[in-house]
RNA sequence: GACCCUUUCGUCUAGCGGUUAGGACAUCGCCCUUUCACGGCGAGAGCACGGGUUCGAUUCCCGUAGGGGUCGCCA
């Protein structure tokens, strides 16, 4: 084997990546994206994903938060391999606990007459204030003109370090090979170039991705809006692999035409190659159609428990469905409700989960009031009085009580009436649920029993004419 | 304002010199059907503009305009 060979046969090793967010408000959807990404490249590439906190801002930190992020990764499957709750050999891995190796690394820094002090006792860091050519794995070569800029801080008077520092001193003792991280931060990694280069090391590959914004005006998703924390697509039900497919679908593509990914075969696609440069805007439309696509992949029993999962899960924000009064109406029912049965009825219905909740209340509350549109169709029609009267009689006579016998009674009724069976259906079910709509009745009916159905029938029968 | 990134249907995207510019969400229509939905079929809808380069530009280059981002002792 010659030299030539072995150079080029050398494995490099495999890549290092974090996501490192602080612990200052909730998990934003860009920031799961970013961590989603990261988590890609390592997990294609046999590398390590490491989660780091980057809490030093201690004024701004909460529990809350800390919780969000821990929450929002596991509930998106994104595993970290070192970080919190993780080990590995590079820890504390929140900076606020690593204050010993800043204090060296400033040290070292300051001995090497990359510093200054300020009167007031904060530190900055001396620029070379030079042009740097940023080769960006995403955006390819990028202009950092630093020469007119001022020195950074990197010491707070307090004695509290700056995120530039903690930074990059975090990427050397952690041994980060790529950076992947949102847009916004293309001019700090300009300073952070500066700061690597004064410790005398080699900076990491970095690749800055495109931004998601907001599906109103466009502009950097913010608090704002609708589904910009993880937080309410949990609240809300969400099928996680659903999210995670919008996620990925946001700046990188499989290129052939391909949406619903199972995430191995995006693990195996990632590649720098199939992202983007450009911003996105995020479609909580497309969103909810890709969790109609991943409900639609679940079997009855799994969609069960997750609705029941939820249905009784806490209450996560005011933003959530759970939290309205419809919700607290239809609480009581459950317990009762034969809830194994009704909803695989009620799931190729919906796209989302908070949709369970207008079917549950047709099926489990018989007295809900005539919706409005519905009445004006039924008013048109005059004998749908006398259609239901009709069924009410053939139900009645009916000595098992199953779908196929319900179909019996119906076709006895339409017969009798000299209609087609088809004509009873929108009155039958405006009689049961109140509704023009819902899910498949005869069904329904067998669920509900003989007895609720006649009542319900006789109930609002007099009602549809009122 | 300066600097950086960016520009294909309303939105997410495929396209990497020659295509009837493809797919998806959304919208609309038809079919199926017991309403709604699902499903099937179909329609409308796009290369920001102006210069080049080229036999030929959506594709390459340069401007202009639009969009986004960044200009902290926040991260």
């Known amino acids: 084997m010659d030299t030539v060979t072995q150079l080029s046969a050398m494995p490099t090793p495999p890549p290092r990546v974090r996501f490192a967010p602080s612990p200052t408000g909730y998990l934003h959807v860009g920031g799961a994206r970013t961590a989603l990404f990261n988590w890609l490249y390592a997990r294609k590439n046999g590398g390590t994903f490491v989660l780091r906190i980057e809490d030093t801002d201690a004024a701004r930190n909460t529990p809350q938060a800390l919780a969000a992020i821990f929450d929002g990764l596991r509930w998106l499957g994104l595993d970290w391999d070192e970080g919190p709750e993780a080990g590995g050999d590079c820890g504390p891995y929140f900076q606020s606990q690593r204050q010993a190796i800043y204090d060296e690394y400033l040290k070292r820094l300051t001995e090497g007459g990359h510093t200054y002090t300020e009167e007031n006792g904060a530190v900055r860091f001396r620029s070379p204030k030079e042009v740097i050519m940023l080769q960006d794995e995403i955006g390819g070569e990028i202009k950092i003109d630093r020469t007119n800029e001022p020195d950074m801080t990197i010491r707070r008077p307090d004695g509290g370090y700056i995120f530039h520092f903690v930074n990059v001193v975090d990427d050397i003792e952690m041994k980060i090979s790529h950076v992947i991280r949102g847009e916004d931060h293309i001019f700090n990694t300009g300073k952070h170039i500066e700061l690597f280069q004064a410790f005398g090391v080699t900076p990491p590959v970095y690749g800055h991705i495109p931004l998601i914004l907001n599906q109103e005006d466009g502009s950097k998703m913010s608090k704002r809006s609708a589904g910009a924390s993880v937080g309410y697509y949990i609240a809300n039900g969400y099928l996680p692999e659903a999210v995670r497919n919008y996620l990925c679908l946001l700046g990188w593509s499989p290129k052939d035409d391909r949406e619903v990914i199972p995430i191995d075969e995006v693990q195996r696609l990632f590649d720098r190659d199939h992202l983007n440069h450009h911003n996105a805007r995020f479609d909580l439309e497309k969103c909810r159609w890709m969790n109609g696509e991943y409900l639609k992949l679940q079997s009855d029993a799994d969609f069960a428990a997750s609705a029941k999962a939820w249905l009784h899960g806490p209450q996560a924000s005011e933003l959530d469905p759970r939290a309205t009064p419809e919700f607290a109406a239809l609480k009581p029912l459950l317990s009762a409700a034969p809830l194994d049965v009704l909803l695989p009825l009620i799931k190729p219905k919906i796209k989302v989960m908070p949709e369970i909740l207008e079917h549950l209340t047709m099926g489990l509350n018989g007295t809900v009031p005539i919706a409005d549109d519905v009445r004006a169709k039924i008013s048109a029609q005059p004998d749908a009085a006398a259609k239901l009267t009709s069924l009410t009689g053939h139900f009645d006579a009916l000595v098992h009580w199953n779908r196929e016998h319900i179909q019996d009674g119906v076709n006895l009724a339409a ?24 899910v498949d009745l005869l069904p329904l009916l067998e669920i509900l029993g003989k007895a609720e159905t006649i009542a319900r029938i006789r109930a609002r029968t007099p009602l549809l004419t009122a």
Do not use: C, D, N, S
């Open 415 to 438: 017969a009798e009436l000299k209609v087609k069976p088809g004509a009873l259906m929108f009155p039958l079910r405006v009689a049961i649920t109140g509704q023009g709509h819902g």
